[in-house]
């Protein structure tokens, strides 16, 4: 079983995913327009031609999905994204903050990055896309919080 979270946007899926892709060191498997769904799929307006109904990435052995969406099919999307985060974990506390700065950029830093007493490297953010993440440095044996 994998449990893989899905992430909504309006018209900014592929944008993202792209960038997730580099971030995170992934790939994108599928991208999927609606523009290329059979002709019996009700559309309606052509901006969404070039709009993702699915998006894959995958990332090691882990994944995420997205899809574009509209207020007449998901009237909450425009709304900010809350209830959730997509949390990365590392045992490289580097790579954690690396991944927290890139993550950040346009973005909005809801605590910075830092040693916190569960973790040698934790923080949170919203990135430009409104995604919601927490980025965590999974403590080696041994460590303790040095403040």
């Known amino acids: 079983m994998k449990i893989v979270?899905?992430?909504s946007f309006q018209g900014q899926c592929r944008e993202a995913f792209s960038f997730y892709a580099e971030v995170l060191g992934g790939r994108i498997t599928a991208a999927m327009a609606y523009g290329d769904a059979p002709p019996d799929m009700p559309i309606g307006d052509a901006k969404y031609k070039d709009w993702l109904m699915h998006c894959w990435l995958e990332v090691g052995d882990q994944a995420l999905m997205g899809a574009d969406l509209d207020t007449g099919w998901a009237p909450n999307i425009e709304k900010?994204?809350?209830?959730?985060?997509?949390?990365?974990?590392?045992?490289?506390?580097?790579?954690?903050?690396?991944?927290?700065e890139r993550l950040a950029e346009g973005g909005r830093i809801g605590m910075a990055f830092g040693e916190t007493f569960w973790s040698p490297g934790f923080g949170t953010l919203t990135d430009r896309f409104g995604?919601?993440?927490?980025?965590?440095?999974?403590?080696?044996?041994?460590w303790s919080p040095q403040g």
């Open 5 to 7: 979270t899905s992430l």
């Open 80 to 100: 900010p994204k809350n209830g959730f985060d997509v949390t990365l974990h590392t045992m490289d506390k580097a790579q954690a903050q690396g991944w927290h």
């Open 131 to 142: 995604i919601p993440w927490m980025v965590n440095t999974i403590p080696g044996p041994g």
